[in-house]
């Protein structure tokens, strides 16, 4: 099972990014699959999920500003973060929260300036 981010990098306050997270080694369509973030000196925190039914939830903090996505013939899960803030500095983390198991990729920075 790997789940690989891109799409991270410096940018620069108000500016935009779209992450994306790869998946393979699992039936990717089975799972849902969500984004978390975390903060030098901070704990991991969620950003946003979208279930299996459809459903989607966003952090307070990112609502109106992020948008989840996934495209289950690519077995590929997005992020578009748009009016980026310097408090967004963090590595992302994609995640897939599967029945009995969870996978989670190796993360990716996003620094905002």
């Known amino acids: 099972v790997q789940l690989v981010e891109s799409g991270g990098g410096l940018v620069q306050a108000g500016g935009s990014l779209k992450l994306s997270c790869v998946a393979t080694?699992?039936?990717?369509?089975?799972?849902?699959m969500g984004w978390y973030r975390q903060a030098p000196g901070k704990a991991r925190e969620l950003v946003s999920l979208i279930r299996l039914d459809g459903t989607i939830t966003y952090a307070d903090s990112v609502k109106g500003r992020g948008t989840i996505s996934r495209d289950n013939a690519k077995t590929t899960l997005y992020l578009q973060m748009n009016n980026l803030k310097n408090e967004d500095t963090a590595v992302y983390y994609c995640?897939?929260?599967?029945?009995?198991?969870?996978?989670w990729g190796q993360g990716t920075q996003v620094t905002v300036s």
């Open positions: 080694g699992y039936s990717f369509g089975s799972c849902g």
């Open positions: 995640a897939a929260s599967c029945r009995y198991v969870e996978y």
